[in-house]
């Protein structure tokens, strides 16, 4: 099938190689010029492990074309992807639809045939509705029909939950032919057996806001556990172990640590509260601030561990970073934890040095006053304290003695209770988390 992505990030680009690996033909539709000219020659404008390869691969054999014009977008097919951002509202909790908003302002006008819109942004419940009004207020003599397809792809894994997700959502209006075309589309991974739920458009909104505010409050809690366990002098990491073997439970995102960041989670649980708020619903989401307070406090706290472990003042001293990416195989820095900290340990007058090992030119771009290194080891020299805010493998796998010679005073702060206690201690090293 010919299909169109609108919006070539994370999201969209990952979908438009993958759509094309199932054999589809794809144009994608990328406004910023940088953006737009690395992904005509192939090349990805962010990390994310295999997709270099998939979309080179696409590019070259002729599957996947990338355009900013929408007027080639609206000639190219009948179906259209939106994944364009829905990022948070400056200055206040919901999000911002503005780019979602002008892909159906831009698009529908040009449009000759019927088409279908198939949503994949994360929005707030009732935005299918309102863009499918608006669209057929905007559409000239052609029937554009609007349905929500949810992604929920991780960064890092983009890939792999785009191929083989574990479930697929459509949501659409009634006597809407979404459900059809999606078949056709997704083939493959509902050949897998992979579920399909064909609801309608509000639900499946809620079901990708429901989603991320549940994967957000997991952590958080084990965040609060983390809390009274430091306060009682037990260990977090072993309780989540023993807690998630209740399959109930299971172990998966209790990682206790600096908290979550991205993209997504804190944005999405924020519009989540807002839409409520809107709904009249505001009531049944106040946990979710909740959430959203654990979740800063542990950035903070572990700026106070910082400042303890160096006797009280930050004032001077040399912090090495480890980590600056929100989490591991990324180099998305948005709503980083581990810039977060770094940028509250300089406020408190520490001279900071940050490695990350993909993420330094975003995290220089946000964060140009912080020091950058290019190794664990320049980061190091003459390090007063070491922190490993991100748990990149390279990280995990330190071994102590070779920092011991580099570093003015062995103490070191696991904020995402990654490294081997142990070792570090038997390599003289002091452990905070
Ligand atoms: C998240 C969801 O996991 C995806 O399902 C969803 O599709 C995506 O948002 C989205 O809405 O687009 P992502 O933002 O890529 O994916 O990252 P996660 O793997 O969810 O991690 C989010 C944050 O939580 C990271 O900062 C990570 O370090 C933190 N985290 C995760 C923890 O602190 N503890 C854990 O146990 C797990």
Redesign the pocket.
């Known amino acids: 099938m010919r299909l169109t992505v609108i919006g070539m990030g994370y ?1 969209g680009a990952t979908h438009a190689a993958c759509m094309a690996e199932f054999g589809h033909e794809v144009l994608g539709v990328e406004r910023n010029p940088d953006r737009l000219a690395k992904l005509k020659d192939g090349e990805v404008p962010f990390y994310e492990p295999g997709l270099p390869e998939l979309l080179k691969r696409h590019i070259d054999s002729g599957r996947l074309h990338v355009t900013d014009s929408y007027d080639a977008a609206a000639s190219w097919g009948e179906v259209f992807f939106i994944a364009v951002g829905t990022p948070q509202k400056r200055g206040e909790n919901a999000a911002d639809l503005c780019y979602v908003d002008s892909v159906i302002e831009e698009l529908v006008p040009l449009l000759e045939h019927d088409a279908l819109i198939l949503g994949k942004s ?1 929005v707030p419940v009732g935005t299918a509705q309102r863009l499918a009004d608006r669209a057929n207020e905007l559409a000239k003599d052609v029937h554009v029909e609007v349905a929500w397809n949810p ?6 894994f983009a890939i792999q939950d785009t191929i083989h997700p574990d479930r697929l959502v459509l949501g659409q209006f009634a006597g809407g032919g979404a459900e059809a075309v999606t078949r056709e589309i997704y083939a493959p991974i509902i050949e897998e057996g992979t579920p399909f739920i064909v609801t309608d458009t509000a639900t499946a909104e809620l079901v990708k806001a429901s ?2 505010a549940f ?1 957000a409050t997991k ?1 958080s809690f ?1 965040n609060a556990i983390a809390e009274v366990c430091s306060a009682a002098g037990a260990d977090v990491s072993a309780l989540a172990d023993a807690i998630g073997y209740d399959p109930r439970i299971g172990r998966k ?3 206790a ?1 600096i ?7 804190p944005k ?1 649980i924020r519009a989540f509260m807002a839409r409520a708020g809107e709904l009249g619903a505001a009531q049944a989401l106040t946990f979710l601030r909740e959430v959203d307070n654990v979740n800063m406090r542990r950035r903070t706290r572990m700026v106070e561990v910082a400042r303890e472990a160096c006797g009280g003042s930050l004032v001077g001293v040399n912090v090495a970073i480890l980590g600056a990416a ?2 591991p195989e990324s180099d998305d820095v948005r709503d980083s ?1 581990a810039l977060n900290v770094a940028g509250q340990i300089q406020l408190q007058g520490a001279s900071v040095t940050v490695y990350d090992p993909k993420a330094n030119p975003n995290s220089r771009a946000i964060f140009p006053t912080l020091s950058y290194a290019e190794s664990t080891l320049e980061a190091c020299d003459h390090a007063d304290v070491v922190l490993v805010l991100t748990e990149w493998a390279e990280f995990r796998e330190l071994n102590p003695y070779d920092l011991n010679s580099v570093v003015r005073q062995r103490i070191v702060i696991d904020g995402r209770l990654c490294l081997d206690k142990a070792q570090w201690q038997s390599a003289g090293w002091t452990y905070f988390t």
């Open positions: 999201l994360t992604e929920f792809l991780r960064e890092g989603a991320n994967l952590i084990i995102f209790l990682n640590g908290g979550f960041g991205g993209g997504c989670l999405d929100f989490k934890p």
